[in-house]
Nanobody, 121 residues
């Protein structure tokens, strides 16, 4: 059974940094694409980043390029999102997901419950 569990969300001041983690199980990270997206209440889902497999090519949305860095540890079945220079508009619930294929796509096959990030002074 595919499972993803996010953690690390918090209240952070504008300009601050945060690391989100995603523990995965039920599939092999070496062979499946994984990514992060966010969705605030009343807003559309926004794809943020994705790592394809096995080439590990990483894609970022323009809104986070240069500020966010996605990585993964295949041996630990973990996916990470390092977020820097956070802005109030980054406030949202962040989810990690998998496409269950090796390529990044637009529709996730499975995702976690999410972790909340609030950027506010």
């Amino acid at each position: 059974q595919v499972q993803l569990v996010e953690s690390g969300g918090a209240l952070v001041q504008p300009g601050g940094s945060l690391r989100l983690s995603c523990a995965t199980s039920g599939f092999n990270l070496r062979y499946y694409a994984v990514g992060w997206f966010r969705q605030a209440p009343g807003k559309e889902r926004e794809r943020l980043s994705c790592i394809s497999a096995p080439d590990e090519v990483t894609w970022y949305a323009d809104s986070v390029k240069g500020r966010f860095t996605m990585s993964k540890d295949n041996a630990k079945n973990m996916v990470y999102l390092d977020m820097n220079s956070l802005k109030p508009e980054d406030t949202s619930v962040y989810h990690c997901g998998t496409f269950q294929t090796s390529r990044c796509g637009t529709v996730y096959d499975a995702w976690g419950q999410g972790t909340e990030v609030i950027v506010s002074s």
